[in-house]
Every structure is written in structure tokens, then in C-alpha cells.
């Protein structure tokens, strides 16, 4: 058996059925933090399935204190559009060249834009970006009309969030390098977010659970009283 490093040792001590308000999970974090700059993450297990369309979970929050991250935005407009898009800071812009480009595997983005009369040129690429997540969706925001402050929600901090199969939502909140009031601030925009995204088909308790924890770090279970509304 492979002989633990003195971190892994100090994180099996932990308590792993208690309850921590969110400083002390970030105070605990910052315990066991590694070498680099690591992301702080949110999960939620939610009370929802969602396979069925009811209880579907998803959506967009502005993170007040940022992500820490470089956001990296593909834009499909044409004209006065592509040179609002590009002013406001979007990596790439185009149209029918982009959609190509896309079909020959660059697809290094984390957000996809795209204005109303461009959806026939990206329609054709749902199977690429489908799986990916980044087909852009007028119920988030990513299809619209004003592509400059859509570029400037998705360099500023704007994230999406997304139940997974197993009815769980997993998202950054920043980096532990973040002032813990910044962290806070996040978490408490996120949590916010997904409690108001309760769908109509969510039945019994529906935020169930929820655990902090950093990218090498321990999952911490946070109490629901830390949650408005669980």
C-alpha cells in the first residue's frame, strides 16, 4: 500500500460528517492548500431528475467578485455586430468562416455568442458544440441581439450553471487566492441563483446538500442554514 504524504494524512482527519459554515470551510481549505493558485468549487446535490424536462436546473450568474479565469468567447455576427463583439473583447469573431473553423475541431472557447440571424450558419454545428455545452441558447443569454454586453457578462464573471445527471451542480466560485469576503460574495450569488432556478417539477427537499471544496483540496460539507431558501 502506498504510503500517504503528510497532507493526505491531515485530510483523513477530518471530520467528514460535519456540518461547516462557509469560513471555516475556507479557512480549512486554506489549510490544506497546494503549491498553485487553486479553484474553489461549489457542488450542490439538488432533489431533482433531470431527465425529465420539468426538473431540469440551469442557467446563468454574474459572480460579483469575478472567476479568476481567462474567459475565452467565439462570436457569430456579421457587420456592426463583429465590431461591437470585438471591441468588447471577444476572441474571435465571424460567420460561415468561424462555423468552419469550428467543424475543423478548434473549439478552445468556453462560451459561445451568437446573434438571432446567425442561428442558421449554427445550427449546423449542434453536434459539435452540443455535446460541449456551448451551443448558444436564447434562455441563457447567448442568443441576442446585443453581443457587446454579452461578451462583456461572459469576460466579467458570468458563469453557467447545469444539473448533471445525477442531480448535481458543480461550479468554480473563484481562486482560493480570492479574499475570503470575495469567495462569500460568490457563493452566495450562485447558491442565490440555483435556489431561484427551483423547476416546477422538483418535488420534497430540494437543495439537499452542500460541499465546498478546492481543486486538490477536501470536499466540505456546508450546512443549509449558509443557503437561503434550502
Known sequence: MAKQ???????????????????????????HKAKFDETVEVAMNLGVD??????????????????????????????????KALAAGADKVGAEDLMEDMQAGNLDYDRVIATPDMMGVVGRLGKVLGPKGLMPNPKLGT?????EQAVKDAKGGQVEFRVEKQGIIHSGIGKLSFKDEDLK?????????????????????????????SSMGPGLKVSLEEVEGA
Open 50 to 83: 433531470p431527465r425529465h424536462a420539468d426538473q431540469m436546473v440551469r442557467g446563468m450568474v454574474s459572480l460579483p467578485s469575478g472567476t479568476g479565469k481567462e474567459v475565452k468567447v467565439a462570436v457569430f455576427a456579421k457587420g456592426d455586430n463583429a465590431e
Open 143 to 147: 442568443v441576442t441581439p446585443n453581443v
Open 5 to 31: 504524504t503528510k497532507k493526505q494524512q491531515t485530510v483523513a482527519k477530518l471530520d467528514g460528517e460535519k456540518l461547516y459554515s462557509v469560513d471555516e470551510a475556507l479557512a480549512t481549505l486554506r489549510e
Open 185 to 213: 460574495k460568490n457563493f452566495k450569488a450562485l447558491t442565490d441563483a440555483i435556489v431561484k432556478a427551483k423547476p416546477s417539477g422538483a418535488k420534497g427537499k430540494y437543495v439537499r446538500k452542500v460541499t465546498l471544496t
